[in-house]
């Protein structure tokens, strides 16, 4: 069994719970349905191919949203609101400290985009518990494309076996285990604990 040594924490879901979410309820206040949110900002090939692999900037890609919405609001209102809808998980802030301060270092690796990346860590500082980030808009790239996961090893500076990955979408582990990386599906954050502890980890 490989000694881990890098420890991956999604942030949609896990360490950010609720944003996604909120932000879908606080576009629905303003007149604009699930699937119409969902379609801009979940399903386009404007927010997939492009502006989370790093080729449209926040300006552009926010200002179409708003036109597709038909919002009669500065893109920047639409960002706020986003960042306003988020909230930590403070259990899973509390054990990233904690397998920092037991010498493990914390990654990220990440599809996302710099408007919200920029947000969160003005609101909360999340960046400054992890060691290691990688974001896909930075990279080019989403997971599960393996160059991803190899910006992720290369980063770590450690064999891409002592780095644990978890994601609840099966299709992204596959990158990451043709690079070699340790990675299991997740299913909860008491079941991801328990699956660092099956690979020795201290939690």
Not at 22 to 30: D, E, Q, R, V
Not at 92 to 113: D, H, M, P, Q, W
Not at 155 to 170: G, L, R, T
Not at 184 to 196: A, N
């Amino acid at each position: 069994m490989p000694m881990i040594k890098v420890i991956t924490f999604d942030l949609d879901g896990v360490y950010f719970p609720n944003g996604k979410a909120n932000f879908i309820s606080a576009l629905g206040k303003l007149g604009i349905s699930e699937d119409e949110v969902k379609r801009v900002f979940l399903k386009s090939p404007q927010m997939n191919q492009q502006y989370k692999n790093g080729k449209m900037t926040d300006e552009k890609y926010w200002s179409w949203a708003v036109k597709e919405w038909r919002l009669d609001k500065p893109w920047q209102e639409i960002v706020k609101l986003m960042i306003d809808g988020y909230d930590v998980n403070e259990s899973v802030v509390a054990t990233v400290k904690s397998l920092r301060e037991k010498g493990y270092k914390t990654a990220i690796c990440s599809n996302n985009f710099p408007a919200r990346v920029n947000g969160l860590q003005e609101k909360f500082g999340f960046l400054n518990n992890f060691d290691i980030a990688v974001f896909s808009y930075e990279v080019g790239v989403n997971k599960p494309d393996r160059k991803i996961f190899e910006t992720l090893a290369k980063k770590s500076q450690v064999e891409p076996s002592s780095i644990v990955f978890a994601d609840d979408n099966p299709d992204n582990l596959i990158g990451a285990k043709e690079v070699g990386i340790t990675t299991f599906l997740y299913e909860g954050f008491d079941k991801y604990l328990e699956q660092l502890k099956s690979v020795g980890i201290d939690v």
